[in-house]
T-cell receptor, first 115, second 112 residues
Framework: GAGVSQSPRYKVAKRGQDVALRCDPI?????LFWYQQALGQGPEFLTY????????KSGLPSDRFFAERPEGSVSTLKIQRTQQEDSAVYLC?????????????FGSGTRLTVV | DAKTTQPTSMDCAEGRAANLPCNHS???????VYWYRQIHSQGPQYIIH???NNETNEMASLIITEDRKSSTLILPHATLRDTAVYYC?????????????FGGGTRVLVKP
């Protein structure tokens, strides 16, 4: 596709449930980022992949959060035993690694609501 | 990455130029100024970036002061579709793992 695709668009989870959020980056984009955006706030960095390697996971808020990108394309963000404070929009972004700095392309996000 | 300061919100009239200020007094010599915007229910969208020279593209113009401690994003003819939150970010140029650090941004409302 032409852009970054995220699914599902909306997810409602009961507290304690595990969830998996999917990101399809732009084909050929080496870098992939996950961000968390609470209501009324700017996006906050969670983790970064270069191809299949997770090079930075300093933003993951707890060990309940896990991300993977096994083949260097599609990525999944998993949240175990969801809590109400996990309610947020989860954004994925991808970018070319080299060449001109075109900036990052973001998906529209997955809105997670934990009830 | 250097911290930025932006007004919380501003209104502007449709068809007029919108000037969005950003202060980044602690910017380092190798840090660029980036602007992104986020329209409701969408992900952030790249607008423009620059180091020290003024930049222009099809979306906007970026004016950076000579001392690089502040900048202004100019939307030359604001439309209703430009209503969004605008983020000013400073960081080193894109390289492996250089993440964007977002602040609160400026909530811009374009009025008819």
């Amino acid at each position: 596709g032409a852009g970054v695709s995220q699914s599902p668009r909306y997810k409602v989870a009961k507290r304690g449930q595990d969830v998996a959020l999917r990101c399809d980056p732009i084909s050929g984009h080496v870098s992939l980022f996950w961000y968390q955006q609470a209501l009324g706030q700017g996006p906050e960095f969670l983790t970064y992949f270069q191809n299949e390697a997770q090079l930075d996971k300093s933003g993951l808020p707890s060990d309940r959060f896990f991300a993977e990108r096994p083949e260097g394309s599609v990525s999944t963000l998993k949240i175990q035993r969801t809590q109400q404070e996990d309610s947020a929009v989860y954004l994925c972004a991808s970018s070319l690694e080299q060449g001109r700095d075109y900036g990052y392309t973001f998906g529209s996000g997955t809105r997670l609501t934990v009830v | 990455d250097a911290k930025t300061t932006q007004p919380t919100s501003m209104d502007c009239a449709e068809g007029r130029a919108a000037n969005l200020p950003c202060n980044h007094s602690t910017i380092s010599g190798n840090e660029y100024v980036y602007w992104y915007r986020q329209i409701h229910s969408q992900g952030p969208q790249y607008i423009i970036h620059g180091l020290k020279n003024n930049e222009t593209n099809e979306m906007a113009s970026l004016i950076i002061t000579e001392d690089r401690k502040s900048s202004t994003l100019i939307l030359p003819h604001a439309t209703l579709r430009d209503t969004a939150v605008y983020y000013c970010i400073v960081r080193v140029r894109a390289a492996a793992g250089n993440k964007l650090t977002f602040g609160g941004g400026t909530r811009v409302l374009v009025k008819p």
